[in-house]
Nanobody, 126 residues
């Protein structure tokens, strides 16, 4: 059974930091791309960052310089992280992990896979 389980969300003040984690299991995600998406109330889900199996990354413009995606391929699970620094109120959203995706050569695009986590809420507010 495929599972993607996110954690690490919470309430943080503007300018603060959070580190999100997603543990993916039940399939061999070590050979696939993984990504982070977010969805704010009333808005469409949007890509934040993606990472290929080899570590190539793709960031949306709003995340560049503030967020860092990384991954750890263990024997039966893959864990991806999203380190978020200098958080802004507009970063407030539910953040979702995506699995079995792909990063295009050169990192111009991240193509989402079929697997999603349940989401973790990030609220940036004073």
């Amino acid at each position: 059974q495929v599972q993607l389980v996110e954690s690490g969300g919470g309430l943080v003040q503007p300018g603060g930091s959070l580190r999100l984690s997603c543990v993916a299991s039940g399939s061999d995600f070590s050979l696939s791309g993984m990504g982070w998406y977010r969805q704010a109330p009333g808005k469409q889900r949007e890509l934040v960052a993606g990472i290929s199996s080899s570590g190539e990354t793709k960031y949306v413009e709003s995340a560049k310089g503030r967020f860092t995606i990384s991954r750890d391929n263990a024997k039966n699970t893959v864990t991806i992280y999203l380190q978020m620094n200098r958080l802004k109120p507009e970063d407030t959203a539910a953040y979702y992990c995506n699995g079995d995706g792909a990063v295009s050569p050169g990192g111009d695009y991240y193509f989402p896979g079929d697997y999603w986590g349940q989401g973790t809420q990030v609220t940036v507010s004073s």
